[in-house]
């Protein structure tokens, strides 16, 4: 049997720990939706729920799952699903538009839900069903692409205004502070063995060699140097004393 033959149940959860879809599929089908699909939660809110079924099985306990939990559109339950599991959409309601009423159905069934954040017993909870879940799990060549398609042609460039402010507001009051230790040898451990072929270092090198800096990289570049800051010979990077002396001047990577 082929891993294309090899078909798993998957749910998306709430940040309470309630599922609000339940699907099938198989390779990376849970990890891939479409803009146009029900969205996808952040990777430790997706849980597979059963692996190695066959087409049938992985069928027959979406059906289940589905008509267990039930559905918001029908006002039977919590799951967003708009067929009652299957190929073929079986179950599904006419039109693509939810109509006035049934919007307000929604609304009513929600309304005095906590949304918060997930309690102590939530997180134990959805902490135990994912132990051994992902152990030792890798990308298939299949999911790598998936990713690869996904971003290709999104825009990438520097902050709006107003998401500088969301940024802002998200952190003000939080407390940093050293870095603790055990954070520091999980970080250790991560980058051990890690290196750089001479193939890359070059390729990151000219990146920098060379570049014509615009005149408000210049005026910073300034404000750094009269700040105490200091100026990496081989990378150009201008860093405070304790980042150069730790990752620049003789030990920077790009001193070749």
Request: charge should be positive.
């Amino acid at each position: 049997m082929s891993s294309k033959d090899i078909y798993y149940v998957y749910a998306y959860l709430r940040k309470d720990g309630t599922p609000y879809y339940i699907g099938k599929g198989s390779g990376a089908r849970a990890f891939t939706k479409g803009k146009s699909e029900v969205g996808k939660p952040t990777p430790d809110r997706i849980i597979i729920i059963e692996k190695n079924l066959t087409v049938t099985g992985a069928l027959a306990i979406e059906r289940r799952l589905i008509r267990w939990y039930g559905r918001i559109d029908l006002g039977s339950g919590i799951l967003r699903n708009q067929t009652d599991g299957g190929d073929g959409g079986i179950g599904a309601k006419t039109g693509t538009t939810m109509t006035l009423e049934t919007r307000l159905k929604i609304s009513r069934s929600l309304k005095g839900k906590p949304t918060g954040p997930m309690s102590e017993e939530s997180k134990r909870k959805l902490s135990i069903s994912l132990v051994g879940k992902n152990k030792g799990k890798k990308r298939t060549d299949e999911h790598k692409k998936a990713i690869s398609e996904k971003s290709k042609g999104r825009v990438k460039g520097p902050h709006s205004q107003e998401t500088k402010e969301k940024l802002r507001a998200a952190n003000l009051g939080l407390e940093r502070g050293p870095m603790k230790e055990e954070h520091k040898r999980k970080i250790s451990l991560a980058n051990k063995g890690k290196t750089h072929s001479a193939e890359q270092i070059q390729k990151q090198r000219l990146k920098v060699v060379g570049r014509v800096r615009t005149e408000q990289e210049k005026i910073n570049y300034l404000i750094a140097l009269e700040s105490g800051k200091t100026k990496c010979p081989h990378c150009g990077k201008v860093t405070i004393k304790g980042n150069y002396i730790r990752w620049h001047g003789e030990k920077c990577k790009y001193n070749i």
